[in-house]
T-cell receptor, first 113, second 113 residues
């Protein structure tokens, strides 16, 4: 069926190192790819998104890359800080499923000081 | 400005009771979405509205679940004859228009005893 797969499920990095989270999607018609950060007890907060007409987007320490041919997109966090510790979710609107936003399973990121 | 708000934040009910969960979207946002999020997983689509019209309800688990948005602003998700398996975090999101960024509320945690 139509889905979004996210890896890894957990990621532990040393403060200052980079973190990379990857997602694959199944619907080639998907055209919008947001990333959400969810801290304990809070709702998902959008941190960056990319549309299919660009291959990369950057916002300070956060960047997202998109490979439409391979149907995967990645979140890159550089110079990680303890406050980056959270669960991160990727998502894609699956056109074949009526344009519903489908989320990956999440990645729990722990930044060790 | 104010974000998406949901009430109540916590709801404990006995099996068989009906519950109504409220979502107040960001002012001016015409699209509103309901999700359910199990612990440790990403949000799962339930239904969405564009203005007052319910566009897609294919994610509602069964006919005990219903949603309405009569005036195109506040929405209510109703669960009739609640069952223990309905226990979850119910999240609402809104976007300025369809296919634009979705902003999530804090959620309502429902516990069915």
């Amino acid at each position: 069926g139509e889905n979004v797969e996210q890896h890894p499920s957990t990621l532990s990095v040393q403060e200052g190192d980079s973190a990379v989270i990857k997602c694959t999607y199944s619907d080639s018609a998907s055209n919008y790819f947001p990333w959400y950060k969810q801290e304990l007890g809070k709702g998902p907060q959008l941190i960056i998104d990319i549309r299919s007409n660009v291959g990369e987007k950057k916002d300070q320490r956060i960047a997202v890359t998109l490979n439409k041919t391979a149907k995967h997109f990645s979140l890159h966090i550089t110079e990680t800080q303890p406050e980056d510790s959270a669960v991160y979710f990727c998502a894609a609107p699956l056109k074949a499923a009526g344009n519903k936003l489908t989320f990956g399973g999440g990645t729990r990121v722990l930044v060790k000081p | 400005g104010a974000g998406v708000s949901q009430s109540p934040r916590y709801k404990v009910t006995k099996r068989g009771q009906d519950v109504a969960l409220r979502c107040d979207p960001i002012s001016g946002h015409v699209s509103l979405y309901w999700y359910r999020q199990a612990l440790g997983q990403g949000p799962e689509f339930l239904t969405y509205f564009n203005y007052e019209a319910q566009q897609d309800k294919s994610g509602l688990p069964n006919d005990r679940f219903s949603a309405e948005r009569p005036e195109g602003s506040i929405s209510t998700l109703t669960i009739q004859r609640t069952e223990q398996r309905d226990s979850a975090m119910y999240r609402c999101a809104s976007s300025r228009r369809l296919e634009e960024t979705q902003y999530f509320g804090p959620g309502t945690r429902l516990l069915v005893l």
